[in-house]
């Protein structure tokens, strides 16, 4: 059954300090996944996927096969990325997303 | 352009009554999807319609819901006989269709649902 495990339900870092929110994953097919986030009060957002390989806020992920692992990482975190992220996993066919629990990244002055 | 908005944003009921939840989609896009994110849990993937079918609704927990898109845009979830565990936030989403990829899932902001 494919499923998203995200360890962490918090993560506290410092302003400036580097940043990687775990995500991995189970799933027989071909994986295609996601990052979303959630700021304060607003609603669901993509954040970045594997397949397009860009850097979305000085975000990036890099999906490892061998792991099933699709880690989220910042060099330097900044306040605005305070935030809940969600990994997801694309299962083939009907595109629906399975997420995980999601992160909680709190990022202090 | 306009994001893919619900109504209501907020809905309290009693436990047994019937509810009704709007999505209004992204303009052009044919894909839909609805989920339910619990407190505490991401979002669990309900239904999903392609144009005005329900391509899959393998997420739907029991036979008191029920979705629609009867022209293929806006889509109403409906809930029947509501219990306390109804309780979360619905979600809907819209993508454009493209046959072997994977399309960006555009979220609207949700309707929290209160079941007393």
């Known amino acids: 059954a494919q499923r998203v495990t995200q360890p962490e339900k918090l993560l506290s870092v410092f302003k400036g300090a580097p940043v990687e929110l775990k995500c991995n994953y189970s799933?027989?097919?071909?994986?295609?996944l996601f990052w979303y986030v959630q700021y304060s009060r607003q609603r669901l957002q993509l954040l970045l996927r594997?397949?397009s390989r860009e850097s979305i806020k000085g975000f990036t992920a890099d999906l490892n096969k061998g792991e099933t692992s699709f880690h989220l990482k910042k060099p330097f975190a900044q306040e605005e990325d305070s935030a809940m992220y969600y990994c997801a996993l694309m299962v083939g066919g009907f595109q629906k997303l399975v997420f995980g629990t999601g992160t909680r990244l709190l990022v202090s002055p | 352009g306009a994001g893919v908005s619900q109504t209501p944003s907020n809905k309290v009921t009693e436990k047994g009554k019937y509810v009704e939840l709007r999505c209004d989609p992204i303009?052009?896009?044919?894909?839909l999807y609805w989920y339910r994110q619990s407190l505490g849990q991401g979002p669990e993937f309900l239904i999903y319609f392609q144009g005005t079918g329900a391509a899959d609704d393998s997420g739907l927990p029991n036979d008191r819901f029920f979705a629609v898109r009867p022209e293929g845009s806006v889509s109403t979830l409906k809930i029947q006989r509501t219990e306390r565990g109804d309780s979360a936030v619905y979600l809907c989403?819209?993508?454009?269709?493209?046959?072997?990829?994977?399309?960006?899932?555009?979220f609207g902001p949700g309707t929290r649902l209160t079941v007393l």
């Open positions: 303009s052009g896009h044919t894909a």
């Open positions: 989403a819209s993508s454009l269709w493209a046959s072997g990829s994977a399309d960006t899932q555009y």
């Open positions: 594997h397949i």
């Open positions: 799933y027989s097919g071909s994986p295609e």
